[in-house]
Nanobody, 115 residues
């Protein structure tokens, strides 16, 4: 069955960094577009970044230049390096995998940016 193990969330001060990791199993990882989404309290879930199977990346305008998404198809992992964090980055972050009609979600983890 499909499983995600997400790690790296937590509390960080403004201007700090965090690295989120998502280890996946139960599907052919290399075929899937891997993404990070986030949902802040009272707001809709939004796309943060995604990386296609070939390695092409896209980012939300709000995180461009601060966040970097990467994948390791040998280890079935996707990571999100988050730098220069702002209070408005506070949200629950979700790992997502998409390929054709398959769409899988991690359980989410809290990232809080606060002094």
């Amino acid at each position: 069955q499909v499983q995600f193990v997400e790690s790296g969330g937590g509390l960080v001060q403004p201007g700090g960094s965090l690295r989120l990791s998502c280890a996946a199993s139960g599907f052919t990882f290399r075929r899937y577009t891997m993404s990070w989404y986030r949902q802040a309290p009272g707001k809709e879930r939004e796309l943060v970044a995604h990386i296609f199977s070939a390695g092409i990346t896209n980012y939300a305008d709000s995180v461009k230049g601060r966040f970097t998404i990467s994948r390791d198809n040998a280890k079935n992992t996707v990571e999100l390096q988050m730098n220069m964090l702002k209070p408005e980055d506070t949200a629950v972050y979700y790992c997502n995998a998409q390929y054709l009609f398959s769409d899988y979600w991690g359980q989410g983890m809290q990232v809080t940016v606060s002094s």
